[in-house]
């Protein structure tokens, strides 16, 4: 008797896992008809697209789209979908800043644009739709859109190139990243800070597939230039 009930189980457990497999396979028709539905300013119908895209996802992974992680997802096969998601987000942000009664909402979205932003390949993308969103000047809580920009692109620990030439916890590109927040306070310090994440990763990817050149302009170039420049910032940053 133990052995059928659990069978049953089993059976409708799978079923009900196949039926969920193919409701995942439909995702991308919601994001695709929630987009096309931004571009018509139809908000409101947007929001439920997206919202079902979300939803899905969720159920796939078991959870709840609240808990919509980066972890759910592999960073390299998945770096597609975990852009997709993080513009789901952005929209849905944007969408409920339009209304006092939606602020909560909007807050959570923003934070999950962050959380699906930081440390991906497409960082830089996301931090430049977020800033020419805000020099527009169309957020009716600047503050917040202003804070998740800080939080991708300045706060953001990542210094490509110094921490090619010297590692992630070196006093040198510690100095560097101080730096950054220094320069940050200014409109043509964020403009160096845009340049800078627009190219070096790039760069670094270019030099890792080149081990030779790598050694010429990393170690013997970039490195010591580096070494000096961080011996001229650092009365700056110290203050």
């Given at each position: 008797?133990?052995?059928?009930?659990?069978?049953?189980?089993?059976?409708?457990?799978?079923?009900?896992?196949?039926?969920?497999?193919?409701?995942?396979?439909?995702?991308?028709?919601?994001?695709?008809?929630?987009?096309?539905?931004?571009?018509?300013?139809?908000?409101?119908?947007?929001?439920?697209?997206?919202?079902?895209?979300?939803?899905?996802?969720?159920?796939?992974?078991?959870?709840?789209?609240?808990?919509?992680?980066?972890?759910?997802?592999?960073?390299?096969?998945?770096?597609?979908?975990?852009?997709?998601?993080?513009?789901?987000?952005?929209?849905?942000?944007?969408?409920?800043?339009?209304?006092?009664?939606?602020?909560?909402?909007?807050?959570?979205?923003?934070?999950?644009?962050?959380?699906?932003?930081?440390?991906?390949?497409?960082?830089h993308v996301n931090a430049q739709i977020i800033r020419k969103f805000n020099n527009k000047k169309q957020a009716h809580n600047?503050?917040?859109?202003?804070?998740?920009?800080?939080?991708?692109?300045?706060?953001?620990?990542?210094?490509?190139?110094?921490?090619?030439?010297?590692?992630?916890?070196?006093?040198?590109?510690?100095?560097?990243?101080?730096?950054?927040?220094?320069?940050?306070?200014?409109?043509?310090?964020?403009?160096?800070?845009?340049f800078y994440y627009s190219l070096s990763p790039k760069l670094v990817e270019y030099f890792e597939k080149k081990p030779i050149?790598?050694?010429?302009?990393?170690?013997?170039?970039?490195?010591?230039?580096?070494?000096?420049?961080?011996?001229?910032?650092?009365?700056?940053?110290?203050?």
């Open positions: 008797m133990v052995k059928k009930k659990t069978d049953a189980k089993d059976l409708r457990d799978e079923k009900k896992r196949e039926q969920i497999i193919e409701l995942y396979r439909t995702r991308l028709t919601h994001l695709k008809r929630a987009q096309a539905l931004v571009k018509d300013d139809r908000m409101a119908q947007a929001v439920d697209s997206y919202t079902k895209y979300l939803g899905i996802l969720a159920l796939y992974f078991d959870t709840t789209e609240d808990r919509l992680t980066p972890g759910l997802f592999d960073p390299e096969k998945d770096v597609t979908e975990l852009l997709l998601i993080s513009h789901a987000y952005w929209d849905l942000a944007k969408a409920f800043d339009r209304s006092p009664n939606l602020q909560r909402e909007c807050l959570r979205c923003l934070e999950q644009f962050v959380k699906f932003s930081i440390g991906f390949k497409y960082q600047p503050k917040a859109f202003e804070s998740a920009y800080q939080r991708i692109q300045i706060s953001s620990k990542k210094c490509y190139v110094a921490t090619m030439c010297f590692g992630f916890e070196d006093e040198r590109t510690e100095t560097l990243r101080h730096f950054k927040l220094k320069i940050a306070r200014f409109e043509p310090g964020k403009d160096f800070i845009d050149l790598n050694f010429v302009a990393g170690k013997l170039l970039l490195k010591p230039a580096l070494s000096l420049f961080v011996k001229l910032i650092r009365p700056y940053v110290q203050h």
